[in-house]
């Protein structure tokens, strides 16, 4: 009769927007101790209730302003979103539920990532984690774009930070090569179409509470009174304009290394701090590097370090003071293909996964950077090491250099990989396979 509850989650939108369609955070950040507690036991109950034996995923209403709360769905079965926990948690819920249906209690089954305790334990997490849909309505003409209570995405991505702003920046990079991070990257011309926006929610929306705020044409209050966003989220990202309004006027060699570590801690890209202060990626990386600012390496431990974790789950965030884990000295890196999306789906999971278990049955390190939680290419025990992390030159540089990787892969994942082999081939990376200029010439 043993039962935990493995992840919270809590959507960014209000109610009335499919989970599948909002953008999601975990663990929870908004509910009170006494709410948790709440819905945790009440998620207990219903599963013994209903004598679910594996793995189950419950979605709450639960009113902003009292302790009133529904239940919308129950789920006794894997879903999306059991992907996404999984991956959130380090817990692997297919693996226990699979081992649940055939009869082994869940004090007998072990985690796999601590490998020193078992699988009846809630994870405990140092770390945020935010979901962010994919849509491609783009692609369809006289298509509407509104979002609801009907899911129109088709996949997505999962970033991992230890603050709000750096998580969420870094997805909404993922989402789209294109998007620098959270800044009206989408303008809405009038404030009758801005406004618009607001109110009936597109897949634009997040860009036009970054235009509003940016602008400074609605408060958080205007904000929070029109969307029913939660106050905490909304401030959270206030404070990520906070840092460009500091950043604004300045010239690189105005940056001070406080300043630029700031920046980082909030998720600001080289590429977005060059654009605010007219400079390039490549001089804002020299000096960002000069100060010694670079990301450090965290595990995903699923006990917040409460327990040594013998695990390759890895991120990188500009929070840590110290690396969790030794660099690789070595190996070879392989480039996932991002999200889910039309034109570009599992066959391109397929061609990463192949290609690092190939590199491994040669004897090769293989270690993986991809952010699809829906991917078995984001499995740990595929690869060497995976960074659950961005497809962006910078990053990839990062990792290359601190692992002293031999060459990295770009031609498995598709298109967002293949785009970055001209400027990691600039950079000094060196590009396993076709050159990079060929590849620039087939492109």
């Keep these: 009769d043993n039962c935990v ?14 989970t599948g369609d909002s953008i999601v955070m975990a663990p929870s950040q908004t509910m009170s101790d006494e709410e948790y507690h709440m819905l945790r036991e009440t998620a207990i109950r219903v599963v013994k209730h209903l004598g679910i034996v594996g793995e189950c995923n419950i979605q709450y209403a639960l009113h902003p302003e009292s302790l009133e709360y529904c239940i919308i769905e129950v789920n006794a079965r894997l879903s999306r979103s059991s992907a996404l926990a999984s991956k959130a948690t380090g817990y692997p819920l297919a693996f226990v539920a699979a081992k649940l249906g055939l009869g082994i209690p869940l004090n007998e089954v072990q985690n796999a990532v601590t490998k020193k305790t078992q699988a009846c334990f809630e994870p405990s997490l140092d770390y945020i984690v935010t979901k962010i849909p994919r ?18 995405s088709v996949g997505e991505v999962m970033s991992i930070g230890r603050t709000m702003e750096e998580s969420l920046q870094k997805a909404i990079r993922m989402v789209d090569p294109s998007n620098p991070g959270f800044q009206p990257t989408v303008r809405f011309e009038t404030m009758d179409d801005l406004m618009q926006e607001l109110t009936v929610p597109t897949d ?9 705020m940016y602008e400074k044409t609605l408060s958080v209050s205007e904000i929070h009174d029109i969307t029913k966003i939660d106050h905490w989220f909304l401030r959270r990202c206030e404070s990520i304009v906070k840092t460009w309004d500091a950043m604004k006027g300045k010239t690189l060699g105005d940056m001070d290394a406080a300043m630029l570590l700031e920046a980082k801690k909030d998720g600001f890209s080289d590429i977005q701090i060059a654009e605010f202060v007219n400079s390039t ?11 010694d600012i670079t990301p450090s390496t965290k595990q995903i ?33 392989v480039l996932g293909s991002g999200a889910y999306r039309i034109g570009s789906s599992i066959e391109f999971d397929w061609c990463g996964v192949s290609a690092i278990r190939t590199l491994r049955a040669m004897g090769k390190k293989a ?33 290359y250099e601190k692992d002293n990787a031999e060459g990295v892969v770009v031609s ?3 298109q967002i990989p293949n ?18 200029a060929m590849i620039d010439n087939a492109e």
């Design 5 to 18: 509850t493995v992840c919270n989650m809590e959507n960014f939108d209000p109610l009335g927007i499919h």
């Design 135 to 152: 849509w491609d309505m783009s692609k369809f003409q006289g298509v509407a774009k509104n979002i609801g209570s009907a899911m129109k």
């Design 204 to 212: 634009r929306r997040i860009f036009a509470i970054a235009q509003a």
């Design 281 to 291: 990626e490549e001089e804002v990386r020299t000096k960002r590097k000069g100060f």
């Design 301 to 333: 431990d699923t006990l917040a370090a409460e327990y040594p974790a013998d695990t390759n789950y890895l991120y990188t965030t500009y929070h840590g003071s110290e690396d969790d884990v030794e660099s690789a000295d070595g190996g070879v890196m």
């Design 367 to 399: 270690t993986m950077v991809n952010y699809n939680p829906e991917t078995v290419s984001t499995d740990y025990d595929e690869c060497d090491r995976l960074y659950f992390d961005e497809l962006s030159a910078e990053r990839i540089r990062d990792i």
């Design 412 to 414: 498995v994942g598709g």
């Design 419 to 436: 785009g970055l082999a001209i400027p990691l081939d600039a950079a000094g990376v060196n590009i396993m396979g076709t050159s990079a």
